[in-house]
């Protein structure tokens, strides 16, 4: 997939209708700081569509983005912040439950996590509410650059054993240096084109049998 168009739509307090509504979703999701807005940053080559913070837990929305006019990225809220008080941590949590339970276009989450450390409390929750929902997801370890290339399998172990994936399943992800963002692109190019279903073949009994000959 190649992205040439990327456009913000709206920031949502709780999911609704915004405009363009009914195309394919894809969601984001992950801890606060974890780089889901330079994510879509690199991922769509415009470094102010989603606004970066170094505040941890300044998204407190439901930011929607359209891309090549075909479909939404969501950036959910990031979660996790302990700065946060918790009531403000349960309307959070309410708003991205909510989120996945009204939406019928969401196709697929990309869970971000930090390929430094290992999984939270809430990443696990966040993987294991996916899996009860059904919902098809992409582990993506992010800021890949901050460590070396041969200590990156060492630190996916403990991601894989947390979240229940395989290393290959995971896709290890950098803004800085675009690592992993052809990867992330040909897993939408997927999601968004699935595999067709074979068409049922003739069973071979069938074929074998010779038409009678008139005498």
Known sequence: MEIKRADFVTSLPAYRDFPGRGLPQIAIVGKSNVGKSSLINRLTCRNKLARTSATPGKTRLINVFLINEQFHLIDLPGYGFAKVDKQEKARW???MQDYFEASDELLHVF???????????DDIQMNTFLRQMGIPF?????????ISRGARQKQLAPICRALLVQPWQIICFSSEDGTGRDQILEEIDKVLTPEEEPEDIQDASDLSDEPETVQ
């Open 93 to 95: 949590g309410k708003m």
């Open 111 to 121: 869970c971000l996590v930090d390929i430094r450390h290992d999984p939270t409390a």
């Open 138 to 146: 992409t582990v993506i370890a992010t800021k890949c650059d901050k």
